[in-house]
């Protein structure tokens, strides 16, 4: 094993026996709990994400500008992706090893990645005139492009969010 995966595998093991992460895998109720959380939390990070993507796509809302759609969706957004980030945090600790080495978690961290470079690219580069797009006939075609790439990221991070489940399991 190289020095990097060993001071990686030490941190997650660390991680794995910190007292926050025994008591959510031996508890009895936690990880249920903030499992829930976690999955309400994303449910309103994809459902509002969604909303505005479907807005740039051209799908719903066409006689809103996007920028009307994001001001309303992305405070909604944020706040459960910081709620989202935080629940699957205290999760991944119960199993940090198990996680760290199941492929679904691996693809939704890179399809999570994926998602963020898409909205850094959509906001530096496709939506500086976003405020014109007054009509689902305004958006440009790269600024669909982009949301429907972001919608289908968003479908598959949830895919392999639930896949996580079933080849890893709960609490070990």
Same mark, same amino acid.
């Given at each position: 094993?190289?020095?990097?995966?060993?001071?990686?595998? *030490?941190?997650?093991?660390?991680?794995?026996? =910190? !007292?926050?992460?025994? #008591?959510?895998?031996? %508890?009895?109720? @936690? &990880?249920?709990?903030?499992?829930?959380?976690?999955?309400?939390?994303?449910?309103?990070?994809?459902?509002?994400?969604?909303?505005?993507?479907?807005?740039?796509?051209?799908?719903?809302?066409?006689?809103?500008?996007?920028?009307?759609?994001? *001001?309303?969706?992305?405070?909604?957004?944020? =706040? !459960?992706?910081?709620? #989202?980030?935080?629940? %699957?945090?205290? @999760? &991944?600790?119960?199993?940090?090893?198990?996680?760290?080495?199941?492929?679904?978690?691996?693809?939704?961290?890179?399809?999570?990645?994926?998602?963020?470079?898409?909205?850094?690219?959509?906001?530096?580069?496709?939506?500086?005139?976003?405020?014109?797009?007054?009509?689902?006939?305004?958006?440009?075609?790269?600024?669909?492009?982009?949301?429907?790439?972001?919608?289908?990221?968003?479908?598959?991070?949830?895919?392999?969010?639930?896949?996580?489940?079933?080849?890893?399991?709960?609490?070990?």
């Amino acid at each position: 094993m190289s020095k990097g995966l060993e001071v990686l595998h *030490t941190f997650l093991q660390a991680l794995q026996n =910190s !007292a926050v992460a025994t #008591a959510i895998r031996e %508890g009895e109720s @936690l &990880f249920p709990w903030i499992e829930c959380v976690h999955v309400l939390a994303l449910t309103l990070v994809i459902g509002s994400i969604a909303i505005v993507d479907l807005r740039v796509i051209g799908l719903n809302s066409r006689d809103r500008g996007v920028v009307q759609m994001m *001001t309303l969706a992305l405070p909604v957004t944020w =706040s !459960a992706f910081v709620v #989202a980030v935080i629940t %699957g945090s205290l @999760l &991944f600790s119960s199993n940090a090893t198990g996680y760290a080495h199941n492929t679904f978690f691996q693809a939704k961290l890179a399809l999570l990645a994926l998602a963020g470079i898409n909205m850094g690219a959509y906001h530096l580069f496709l939506g500086k005139d976003a405020g014109d797009w007054r009509t689902a006939s305004l958006t440009p075609w790269r600024a669909r492009v982009a949301g429907a790439l972001s919608l289908c990221l968003w479908i598959a991070i949830a895919v392999c969010g639930r896949w996580i489940g079933f080849t890893l399991g709960g609490p070990a």
